[in-house]
C-alpha cells in the first residue's frame, strides 16, 4: 500500500483547506484509515480515521465540528476537509493506513503501517 497526501499550503484563520491522499496498492476490508499531524516540536496526534470499511469516523476533540474525513466512492482517494483553521492547526499532516485496528487503537500511530509523506499545513494570526 502507498499513500500519497496533497493539498497543504498557507492560509489565514478562518480560512479552509481540503487535503487529499491518494492510496494504491492493495487494499483490505479491514483497513482503516486516518489523517494525524506533527506540530512543530511535538509529537505527532491523531486528527481523524474512518474506522475500516464500515465507515465510522472518529475526530480528536480539537478539530470536531471543522474537520471532515471522507473516502471517494472508489475508495482510492481520502479527503480531510479542514474549516475555520486555526494557528494552533499549524503542523505536517500525515495520512496512514492500518489492518486490522480495533476502535481503541486506531488514535495511536504506531498502529498505522503505512504512512503517506506528509504536508505543511501553515495557518497565520
Known amino acids: 500500500v502507498q499513500l500519497q497526501a496533497s493539498g497543504g499550503g498557507l492560509v489565514q484563520a478562518g480560512e479552509s483547506l481540503r487535503l487529499s491522499c491518494a492510496i494504491s496498492?492493495?487494499?483490505?476490508?479491514?483497513?482503516?484509515v486516518g489523517w494525524f499531524r506533527q506540530p512543530p516540536g511535538k509529537e505527532r496526534e491523531f486528527v481523524a480515521a474512518?474506522?475500516?470499511?464500515?465507515?465510522?469516523?472518529y475526530y480528536a476533540d480539537a478539530v470536531k465540528g471543522r474537520f471532515t474525513i471522507s473516502r471517494n466512492g472508489a475508495e482510492n482517494t481520502m479527503y480531510l476537509q479542514m474549516n475555520s483553521l486555526k494557528p494552533e492547526d499549524t503542523a505536517v499532516y500525515y495520512c496512514?493506513?492500518?489492518?486490522?485496528?480495533?476502535?481503541?487503537?486506531?488514535?495511536?500511530?504506531?498502529?498505522?503501517?503505512?504512512w503517506g509523506q506528509g504536508t505543511q499545513v501553515t495557518v497565520s494570526s
Open positions: 496512514a493506513s492500518g489492518v486490522g485496528l480495533i476502535l481503541s487503537s486506531i488514535r495511536t500511530p504506531a498502529q498505522y503501517g503505512y
Open positions: 496498492g492493495r487494499t483490505f476490508s479491514r483497513e482503516t
Open positions: 474512518i474506522f475500516r470499511s464500515a465507515g465510522n469516523k
